[in-house]
């Protein structure tokens, strides 16, 4: 089995449009130089220019993102196959990690990678980008006959048994918000055959992503004792 | 019960003197404004200097350090209070991070916090920093009364039953090494009831952290239910 997960609706995106042109993104682009259009939008470097963006509380967490993904990369699981990363962002574009791919695990080389992928889309390679929603890519992309959603809305849920049941299928496929705050958006949730709670208290993304993949990894061990 | 958990001989420090005056920490020193005595020292922009350091494939890991951390303090049990989490590193220095502490979730945040505290070292506050070495941290500063060390030298061991047995004890103790590579240091040894190995696979200290800490969590929460 290879649990398929989605970090959901990042805070992932080139600065928009809208924005370029305020001083933080130019004092950023000056200070890099580096275009405002292929600048990664980072509320640490960018907050003062936001409050105009739509959603802008949901937005521009790159750091968020790089934790999560570290948190998935790092464990067997992922070294050993069994695990794919999908980052959708909220501009519906997915990064699809490969196998046994490594991400830099500094946040500035992240940063720079991101920004290359974001601008280049490319098609192949170890990190790939394309235009997906989240139905086209559980649906289509990754075809999941089991999909989990983590959610504070969902119910409360007992991972280690959760994992027991997402290893007995065939393509199972849990989905992470990658975004700061708030909920999944409505298409998200149509997505989901269940949406689960794994704690008492909201958790960080990386959070999640650590203990769903730990758990899913002890599993997995189990069937192959 | 609350778990004191020591990321040990970790890669964070200041730039040492015998660098200061090499291009590549000059060029950072100068892009930032910062004086190079009160710089981070960071593999991923200080490398071609690094070299010439002593032991240098195990320093300058602040991002390692940052991921380790922010896995800790994600957590509920963190969050409830019953964790408390001490970065120890290569100089001897502790940065004792106080209960319910925010860190940075941005990288470059936290390594201006980090110069901040290396260089000013405050006698209290939410991160104290003083001197101490392992033996100092854990027999006197702790008060440990069970020791487990984390590394690939361990014996193989379930960590579900390694955290039922430390939430047994009263000031149970748990270190993970802070670097890139190699083992813990001899006198690091000397301080540990047990060595102990959780994976077949060597494990980034972000994802040890994240496992120990839930475990632990998990195992608090029985004890409690």
Not at 173 to 199: E, K, N, Q, Y
């Amino acid at each position: 089995v290879t649990l398929h997960l989605v970090l959901a609706e990042s805070a992932l995106e080139l600065v928009p449009q809208e924005i370029r042109n305020t001083p933080a993104v130019r004092s950023d682009s000056r200070r890099r130089g580096t275009d405002p259009s292929e600048i990664i939008l980072d509320r640490s470097l960018h907050h003062s220019s936001m409050p105009r963006l739509s959603h802008g509380e949901r937005r521009g967490r790159p750091d968020l993102v790089h934790e999560a993904v570290l948190s998935a990369t790092g464990t067997p699981l992922f070294m050993n196959g069994k695990l794919k990363v999908y980052v959708h962002t909220n501009q519906n574009l997915v990064l699809q990690i490969e196998e046994k791919t490594r991400i830099p695990k500094s946040y500035n080389r992240f940063r720079g990678l991101a920004e290359q992928l974001l601008t280049e889309r490319p098609k192949s390679g170890l990190v790939k980008v394309y235009d997906a929603d989240i139905t086209k890519l559980v649906k289509k992309v990754i075809g999941a006959d089991r999909v989990v959603g983590m959610s504070t809305q969902g119910a409360p849920t007992d991972l280690g048994e959760l994992s027991k049941e997402l290893t007995a299928t065939r393509r199972p496929c849990v989905l992470v918000g990658g975004f700061p705050r708030g909920h999944f958006d409505p298409a998200v949730l149509r997505m989901t055959d269940r949406l689960v709670r794994i704690s008492p208290m909201p958790l960080e993304a990386h959070v999640v992503v650590a203990r769903v993949v730990y758990e899913v990894e002890k599993a997995t061990n189990r069937i192959n004792d």
